[in-house]
């Protein structure tokens, strides 16, 4: 029987998994390669054959972030039967999620790249660049909404969306801060208030 190859000795989701933890706990730049071997388990030789670079790895995290713990959004505003629904399961979901005890709290997206040199302004750029495809994302379905007549004809969609897309960051920059479910559930049903009225 022929030998096989020698297997990698980690497993890459469950690392991947691990280096997306330390991101979001400690930022792009607060985050060292020491940091990062040390919880994925593997040496730099191997993390570097694995991802690539330390920018490779982090978009790769920020990929796996999306699909898993920051999926809430895209969820909500797609399988929610109004705008309005969607919008607030948005708010709601991610506030749950902001403040779970196993997790960092906060969103990984709005909080890894707050601080920045001029060695990281294409990771910043990058996470700009998430955030503005999700403000774009919240558009669309109120836009939807408009046609559906869930909004009023004349809705600035543009500025309601910048509005709401405003509180679920803001939500992620006070759940780092320490803030509980119940107060982050009051800002929220504080935004909700201001949805137009037909």
């Keep these: 029987m022929a030998e096989r190859g020698r ?8 690392a991947l998994r ?18 990062l071997t040390a919880a994925m388990g593997i040496n730099s030789p191997s993390l570097y054959a694995a ?15 999306g699909q898993t713990e920051g999926g809430h959004t895209e969820r909500a505003l797609r399988e929610e039967p109004t705008a309005r629904a969607g919008i607030e399961a948005m708010l ?4 749950l999620a ?35 495809e999700t403000t774009g994302d919240i558009r669309r379905r109120l836009d939807r909404g408009v046609v559906e007549g869930d909004l009023p004809p004349d809705t600035d969609t543009a500025a309601l969306a910048f509005f709401y897309a405003t509180v679920l960051y803001g939500l992620s920059i006070q759940a780092r801060d320490g803030a509980t479910l119940t107060e982050l559930t009051a800002s929220i049903d504080t935004a909700m208030r201001a949805w137009p009225s037909h």
Aim: net charge negative.
């Design 18 to 35: 691990r280096a997306m933890e330390v991101f979001w706990e400690h930022g792009y730049e607060g985050t060292s390669m020491s940091d």
């Design 98 to 132: 902001y403040t779970q005890e196993n997790t960092p709290h906060g969103c990984m997206v709005v909080l890894a790249g707050s601080t920045y040199t001029t060695r990281s302004t294409t990771v910043r750029d990058f996470l700009v660049e998430c955030r503005h």
């Design 51 to 65: 991802f690539g670079d330390k920018e490779a790895l982090f978009r790769a995290a920020v990929e796996l972030y």
């Design 7 to 14: 297997p990698r000795a980690f497993e890459r989701s469950v």
């Design 92 to 95: 709601r979901d991610n506030a």
